[in-house]
């Protein structure tokens, strides 16, 4: 370990990693705690009637360990700068346990759209235990070119690196996250997620599948075949992780509905209407279908198509 991590020049990074873990475990406990209504417990923190998040400590941890590392790094003080590394990834942990709430722009924690939260902490410990193997973006590109005997130039480098940025595009479009993220350490496999099919879900099927029933009727028959036993364990690793979402009963009952409900076709984006119909511009949307003699005056419809009396 002396030899891999502190003559490398790895211990800040080393330590980084732990301190995303151990951020990321100790907010989720609590976070567990308090919404068990714990009594020892601490409980949510409020400004007046305003809920704080631990995103808003995230990113002012983050924001004074960045301005240590930048200082101590003009002194190279590993040291000093392995502490305010583990205080960045504690910063981290904090916002990217929340990474939902931003992405969404709404309190989705206890959701299921809440698990993007998981998947992002997941993925950010993917990367930098790569890193930290040894592993490093473009490292097999270089090595290619070094056994094609193609010398290496600040274009070649950059080719390289905007093809390697653009196949992991591609294959994230195409639904295959974790593909994508461990294809930029490892190129071919972003060949292979450029090549196999998109999943139906994603927005690379939308796009493309629609208009090719029998290729989206294949990417169902896959998804349905080979990835339900992933899905299932996924759903159990983040129900056991991030907790039970509000709106779904036992874990157990509810994981065959919900990869029912996963594993189906993208939906086609809306039809945009040259002509002003029930639901202004764009058609297709819910109440379009529901005459106007069920709407009263002053009423908007809901996702149920059910008429609801506006906000004051």
Do not use: C
Request: charged share 20%; proline share 7%.
């Amino acid at each position: 370990m002396s030899h891999d991590i502190i003559e490398r020049g790895r211990l800040p990074l080393l330590v980084f990693f732990l301190g995303l873990i151990v951020g990321f475990v100790v907010i989720r406990i609590s976070v567990r705690l308090i919404r068990a209504d714990v009594g020892w417990w601490f409980s949510n923190v409020t400004a007046g009637d305003t809920h704080v998040h631990h995103v808003v400590f995230g990113v002012v941890l983050t924001l004074l360990s960045g301005l240590g590392l930048i200082a101590f790094a003009l002194s190279g003080d590993q040291a000093a700068m392995s502490v305010l590394a583990g205080l960045f990834g504690v910063g981290a942990a904090l916002i990217l346990d929340e990474f939902a709430l931003i992405f969404y722009l709404r309190d989705v924690y206890w959701s299921q759209e809440g698990r993007t939260s998981v998947d992002a902490v997941f993925i950010a410990l993917a990367a930098t235990g790569m890193i930290l193997l040894g592993f490093r973006p473009l490292d097999l590109y270089f090595d290619a070119l070094h056994d094609l005997r193609i010398g290496r130039t600040f274009v070649v480098d950059l080719i390289a690196a905007v093809l390697n940025l653009a196949l992991a595009a591609i294959v994230v479009l195409k639904g295959k996250v974790w593909t994508g993220v461990i294809g930029v350490f490892a190129w071919p496999l972003l060949i292979v997620g450029v090549i196999r099919l998109a999943r139906p879900t994603s927005p690379w099927a939308r796009w493309r599948y629609l208009s090719r029933p029998r290729k989206l009727k294949r990417a169902i028959e896959r998804e349905r075949k080979l990835r339900r036993p992933f899905v299932r364990a996924k759903i159990f690793v983040q129900d056991l992780v991030a907790g039970r979402p509000d709106v779904l009963p036992h874990v157990r009952a509810a994981t065959e509905d919900r990869l029912d409900h996963v594993v189906h076709p993208a939906p086609p984006p809306p039809a945009i209407s040259p002509q002003r119909g029930l639901s202004g511009t764009i058609v297709g949307l819910p109440g379009d279908d529901v005459p106007p003699e069920g709407r009263g005056p002053g009423t908007h419809l809901d996702s149920e198509h059910e008429p609801v009396e506006p906000h004051t």
